[in-house]
């Protein structure tokens, strides 16, 4: 019998959690699944998915613009809870923080099992004073929960601990096999949108410091805007350093591959994250790469100091600064690392990824029918 598989998140705008439910979607439904996607909107730039995949709107309607907030938060769960009672999938599995909450209070009644997903470092994120209230209520109502990271399950109660899995996020294929660089650029690279949490305004100033050094190096940044004022704020840092011919914001890419592959160094200078897709591409590609060692843990939790690559305390902008220098003035190391770095597409493949998700889902499927 066919299993049918439903999503839940707001969009499929371009970002990480995006980008991992829209491959899981297409796998699933190459895999025979029926699968639905419910979402709240839709995105300007958005991730495209497999024409098997079905997507539903669950959002808020035109008639529901001008209703108070506690209303339309209350439609949101009404209509995806209408969407569960319709379809009936085997499983509903939400992605990030608004969508687990709206997710739990959809499904009571409806006998769909629901797999939460923890997409972002929880501190900062699940401890505002509504959340104190909304976890304890509904996470023990969950069927699962999948986190990226140790760092991310140590912060959350037992109960949801022991009811969890840790996985990595899937590597896009492009990523994976590419052939080492004869001979590496003189170019320090970073891919990632321009938004506070990544800290960039550090990364310029390390590396104008680094230029002094190694006047031949220039810095290339790969990411479009967020809108919420880091462009110029790195366009005023390279405005009053005279940077502009040697730092470049080279805007958003769709072929990371061949435009990273031969720096010699990856800068990730986050103060946060989840698991960065952006790292674990870097990873694939083998570069060198100084990161970070930001909370929840993901660059830990994918990387080893001195082995795979060079973690560095967050918001240490000397730190940062050494590391760069480091494997720009040692070749040999950098590319030791990079090898190593390599190795994280044999655990972080989409088959591999693709399976631990496809085995949980079937257990939790499974678990729910000898309950009954």
Same mark, same amino acid.
């Given at each position: 019998?066919?299993?049918?598989?439903?999503?839940?998140?707001?969009?499929?705008?371009?970002?990480? #959690?995006?980008?991992?439910?829209?491959?899981?979607?297409?796998?699933?439904?190459?895999?025979?699944?029926?699968?639905?996607?419910?979402?709240?909107?839709?995105?300007?730039?958005?991730?495209?998915?497999?024409?098997?995949?079905?997507?539903?709107?669950?959002?808020?309607?035109?008639?529901?613009?001008?209703?108070?907030?506690?209303?339309?938060?209350?439609l949101?769960?009404?209509?995806?809870?209408e969407?569960?009672?319709?379809?009936?999938?085997?499983?509903?599995?939400?992605?990030?923080?608004? #969508?687990?909450?709206?997710?739990?209070?959809?499904?009571?009644?409806?006998?769909?099992?629901?797999?939460i997903?923890?997409?972002?470092?929880?501190?900062?994120?699940?401890?505002?004073?509504?959340?104190?209230?909304?976890?304890?209520?509904?996470?023990?109502?969950? #069927?699962?929960?999948?986190?990226?990271?140790?760092?991310?399950?140590?912060?959350?109660?037992?109960?949801?601990?022991?009811?969890?899995?840790?996985?990595?996020?899937?590597?896009?294929?492009?990523?994976?096999?590419?052939?080492?660089?004869?001979?590496?650029?003189?170019?320090?690279?970073?891919?990632?949108?321009?938004?506070?949490?990544?800290?960039?305004?550090?990364?310029?100033?390390?590396?104008?410091?680094v230029?002094?050094?190694h006047?031949?190096?220039?810095?290339?940044?790969?990411?479009?805007?967020?809108?919420?004022?880091?462009?110029?704020?790195?366009?005023?840092?390279?405005?009053?350093?005279?940077?502009?011919?040697?730092?470049?914001?080279?805007?958003?890419?769709?072929?990371l591959?061949?435009?990273?592959?031969?720096?010699?160094?990856? #800068?990730?200078?986050?103060?946060?994250?989840g698991?960065?897709?952006?790292?674990?591409?870097?990873?694939?590609?083998?570069l060198?790469?100084?990161?970070?060692?930001?909370?929840?843990?993901?660059?830990?939790?994918?990387?080893?100091?001195?082995?795979?690559?060079?973690?560095?305390?967050?918001?240490?902008?000397?730190?940062?600064?050494?590391?760069?220098?480091?494997?720009?003035?040692?070749?040999?190391?950098?590319?030791?690392?990079?090898?190593?770095?390599r190795?994280?597409?044999?655990?972080?493949?989409s088959a591999?990824?693709?399976?631990?998700?496809?085995?949980?889902?079937?257990?939790?499927?499974?678990?729910?029918?000898?309950?009954?």
């Amino acid at each position: 019998m066919m299993r049918k598989i439903a999503f839940h998140l707001n969009c499929l705008e371009q970002g990480g #959690a995006e980008r991992v439910v829209s491959n899981l979607a297409d796998q699933f439904a190459r895999e025979g699944y029926e699968v639905l996607l419910a979402t709240e909107w839709y995105g300007e730039n958005e991730f495209r998915v497999d024409e098997k995949v079905r997507r539903i709107h669950v959002g808020l309607r035109e008639k529901d613009q001008k209703k108070s907030r506690i209303t339309q938060f209350l439609l949101r769960v009404k209509y995806l809870r209408e969407f569960l009672k319709k379809e009936q999938p085997d499983i509903l599995i939400a992605f990030a923080q608004r #969508a687990n909450y709206r997710a739990l209070m959809a499904a009571p009644g409806t006998k769909v099992p629901v797999l939460i997903s923890i997409r972002t470092d929880p501190a900062g994120h699940y401890d505002a004073f509504t959340d104190k209230i909304q976890i304890p209520l509904l996470f023990p109502k969950a #069927a699962g929960c999948v986190f990226q990271t140790e760092g991310q399950r140590e912060f959350f109660a037992p109960y949801l601990q022991k009811n969890s899995r840790i996985i990595l996020n899937p590597i896009h294929d492009k990523y994976i096999g590419n052939p080492e660089p004869e001979k590496r650029k003189k170019e320090v690279v970073q891919s990632g949108r321009l938004v506070d949490f990544k800290n960039q305004p550090m990364l310029l100033r390390a590396f104008i410091k680094v230029h002094e050094k190694h006047p031949d190096y220039i810095l290339k940044i790969y990411g479009g805007d967020s809108f919420d004022g880091t462009k110029e704020i790195l366009e005023a840092i390279i405005k009053e350093n005279d940077a502009a011919e040697y730092i470049q914001l080279m805007g958003a890419s769709d072929s990371l591959e061949k435009d990273l592959t031969d720096a010699a160094v990856y #800068a990730f200078s986050s103060d946060w994250e989840g698991l960065p897709n952006a790292l674990l591409e870097a990873m694939a590609l083998g570069l060198p790469i100084v990161a970070t060692d930001c909370p929840c843990g993901g660059p830990r939790t994918v990387m080893e100091d001195g082995v795979n690559g060079l973690l560095v305390q967050i918001k240490n902008q000397e730190a940062f600064e050494d590391g760069m220098n480091k494997l720009i003035e040692d070749p040999k190391l950098g590319e030791r690392l990079g090898r190593n770095a390599r190795k994280i597409s044999e655990i972080a493949n989409s088959a591999a990824i693709f399976e631990q998700w496809r085995d949980y889902i079937e257990e939790i499927i499974l678990g729910k029918k000898e309950r009954r």
